[in-house]
């Protein structure tokens, strides 16, 4: 298994290296084998998506460990918008909202989005919106 196979799965589960911990050899042997683990790539085209515009994009949903395509939805601010590896039209809106009159002052919302995949969890997509 590579290193950056296994740098995937350990970031696919919410862990990092400070996580990863030496044991003896035979210490996992009791341990239950589980299914193998598939991380998945994701990637956003164009990116970073244009706001306030009709905008045509691809989110591409790619099985890691077989190079192949995996069919999901996508879904932006929990509305579905589309499947994965197919173009889809959509205009991304920011949400303002005033938070103080004097002096005015706004709070800027981006659409955030998810891809799911049958038989993996949900992914946080990244549109290239800034953090705020």
């Known amino acids: 298994m590579d290193l950056e196979f296994l740098t995937q799965a350990l970031f696919a589960l919410g862990r990092n290296w400070d996580d990863v911990r030496s044991v003896p050899d035979g210490a996992l042997v009791d ?3 589980g299914p193998d683990l598939n991380p998945l790539v994701v ?3 164009p990116y970073p998506v244009p706001l306030n515009r009709p905008v045509q994009l691809t989110v591409q949903l ?5 190079g192949t395509d995996v069919a999901g939805q996508v879904v932006v601010d929990n509305t579905a918008i589309g499947q ?4 889809i039209t959509h205009t991304f ?4 909202r005033r938070v103080s009159v004097r002096p005015p002052e706004w709070e800027v919302t981006y659409p955030t989005g998810r891809v799911t ?3 993996f969890p949900d992914i946080t997509l990244d549109f290239g919106f800034p953090d705020v």
């Open 62 to 66: 790619r099985d890691a460990a077989t």
């Open 93 to 96: 809106r920011p949400k303002r």
């Open 43 to 45: 990637s956003v085209s």
């Open 84 to 87: 994965t590896n197919t173009p």
């Open 117 to 119: 995949g049958t038989g």
């Open 31 to 33: 341990l239950p084998d």
